[in-house]
């Protein structure tokens, strides 16, 4: 609930964050589809270069295959994710954002033409360049434009549209699996323009960000995008005050010289928010999520489950159905509370998982099957309520303005590099056949043992962002030593009109020179040295 006093309103800030969260349709359905399209006959034999499956006696692809064909598209996130930040601070948040969709579409164009391994992976791999980019550009984006008191919700909904993606992708698979032609694959991989398409049109009418726009100097348009956001006039005291804190709080970064990646090597100010990143994201994929949406459909094909394409529609229907709840404890409970709750939890069920599938493997055991299947629904239940929503929050929120995209794209880079470590290992640990680790079902005691770490992780390096603005994060960072002495933070009030032998607070360093105080007396508002007309 928007807090008593904030002036204006929140809808178009919180609509455009809503809106620019449909990229992430384009992210979950995209990862979805290849788990169907693995399993499906005419794809199968299309595409299969003469193995046969010993399992199904029928046309299959060997475990190099699918691992290339799935862990592909991950290598391309990977490099899509690091060149976000260049791109983002070269052409702004918006146009980057609309530059991605054309990289994506043309792979997408590739893999729907192929008929051959070849021409699908290259395809792939640029789909998941352009996946790589929005992974990276919308969270930073949304967290760039939300108001404070609902950051949280606003960046979790673009968890919730992975899952919402995966969902579509599951039903979309098994309503063409059984199609005796190329519609079979064809079709669930063409809808994907569809997404891009809705995704390109309404980035047309969206504003910049503006942030964005007062690191690049552009005050005025700043004042206008913010107003845009936050339905105010620009001469209103609210928004001048909010104005002059991003504005304040990246000359406070500028007292450092120019923002590079050499900054981050320095443990104090930006080494400590990196590795917190980097490992969150790196974590995240350790839970063993994409396991379930990359291979579910092969995974409880092998345990012996009858109906696997409607058993993966139900697991992903758990992900969208599991992430509301965490949309509303992300800013009841905070960040560090629900991270350690999901933890705790995806351990627990994962033991049971594990522990089922090894004492009755195949089909063997009735109950155990439906225990194997409940239980991961309620691993995901934990997963999406937590670690998949929070995880975009916390590192959208940690970085200063002037290396924000920076630290974000290096993050999310951490997050595709570990999936794709996943996506390619995964066949070889689970799958039978010579050189194979056949762990099928124990599989789960491996993902349950990096939850544990998961949860001394939490203690000891996330930080409580939870109605803090962003510039106020960066305060706390300064100020705050130990992340589990973080509940106590509070803010300064007067940030801005520090001393400067106190420390910058943004930087933490030296200020050279005093912020000027706002001035609202006169027909014009001069914000940092900046005049912009008043709204009549």
């Not at 930040?85 to 954002?97: H, Q, S, W």
């Not at 994201?281 to 009858?306: H, P, V």
Request: net charge neutral; aromatic share 12%; with cysteine.
């Amino acid at each position: 609930m928007k807090p008593e006093g904030v002036p204006g309103s929140s809808a178009t800030a919180i609509g455009v964050g809503l809106f620019v969260a449909f990229g992430g349709i384009l992210f979950g359905y995209d990862t979805g589809t290849i788990g169907g399209i693995l399993a499906m006959p005419y794809w199968l034999e299309t595409f299969s270069t003469g193995y046969i499956n010993p399992l199904t006696k029928g046309p299959g692809i060997t475990a190099n295959q699918s691992s290339l064909i799935v862990s592909i598209l991950s290598a391309g996130t990977f490099f899509g994710a690091l060149t976000a930040a260049p791109t983002a601070d070269f052409t702004g948040r918006r146009m980057a954002l609309m530059i991605t969709l054309v990289v994506f579409c043309f792979g997408v164009l590739l893999q729907t033409i192929s008929v051959a391994i070849p021409l699908f992976v290259a395809g792939r791999f640029l789909a998941g360049f352009g996946v790589g980019l929005i992974s990276a550009l919308i969270p930073l984006y949304q967290s760039e434009t939300a108001p404070k008191w609902i950051r949280g919700t606003v960046v979790g909904a673009y968890q919730l549209a992975i899952t919402i993606g995966l969902l579509i992708a599951a039903v979309v698979d098994n309503a063409t699996k059984d199609r005796a032609d190329s519609g079979s694959y064809r079709i669930p991989i063409a809808i994907q323009f569809f997404w891009a398409i809705i995704l390109g049109v309404g980035l047309l009418f969206l504003p910049e960000t503006p942030r964005y726009l007062i690191r690049m100097g552009r005050d005025e348009k700043a004042a206008k995008s913010l107003s845009r956001l936050r339905r105010l006039p620009i001469d209103n005291p609210f928004l001048i005050d909010e104005l002059a804190d991003i504005k304040a709080n990246y000359e406070h970064e500028l007292s450092l010289g120019t923002s590079s990646y050499k900054d981050f090597l320095t443990w104090h100010t930006l080494g400590k928010r990196l590795m917190t990143g980097c490992l969150l994201q790196s974590l995240q994929q350790l839970t063993g999520i994409n396991f379930i949406f990359y291979y579910g459909t092969s995974f409880f094909t092998n345990s012996g489950i009858q109906n696997p394409f409607v058993t993966t529609m139900i697991t992903s229907a758990v992900n969208v159905a599991s992430t509301f709840p965490g949309l509303y404890l992300v800013e009841t409970w905070g960040r560090r509370r629900l991270l350690l709750f999901g933890a705790i939890g995806m351990f627990v069920s994962q033991m049971i998982v594990a522990s089922a599938g090894t004492a009755f493997p195949g089909t063997t055991n009735m109950s155990a099957q439906k225990a194997l299947v409940a239980f991961v629904c309620v691993y995901i239940f934990f997963f999406a309520s937590s670690w998949g929503p929070v995880a975009w929050v916390v590192t959208g929120e940690i970085f200063p303005l002037g290396v924000r995209a920076k630290g974000l794209s290096m993050t999310t880079a951490s997050n595709w590099l570990l999936n794709w470590a996943i996506a390619y290992s995964t066949p070889y640990l689970v799958n039978p056949g010579p050189g194979n680790a056949n762990l099928q079902a124990k599989i789960f005691f491996l993902w349950g043992g990096c939850c544990l770490v998961c949860a001394v992780f939490v203690w000891a390096l996330i930080y409580e962002t939870k109605g803090l603005s962003l510039e106020e994060v960066d305060e706390m960072y300064e100020k705050v030593d130990k992340a589990w002495k973080s509940n106590g933070f509070v803010p300064s009030r007067e940030f801005r009109q520090e001393d400067r032998n106190t420390g910058a607070v943004g930087s933490g360093e030296k200020l050279k020179d005093d912020v000027p105080v706002v001035d609202h007396s006169s027909e014009h508002t001069e914000v940092n040295g900046v005049t912009t007309e008043s709204s009549e």
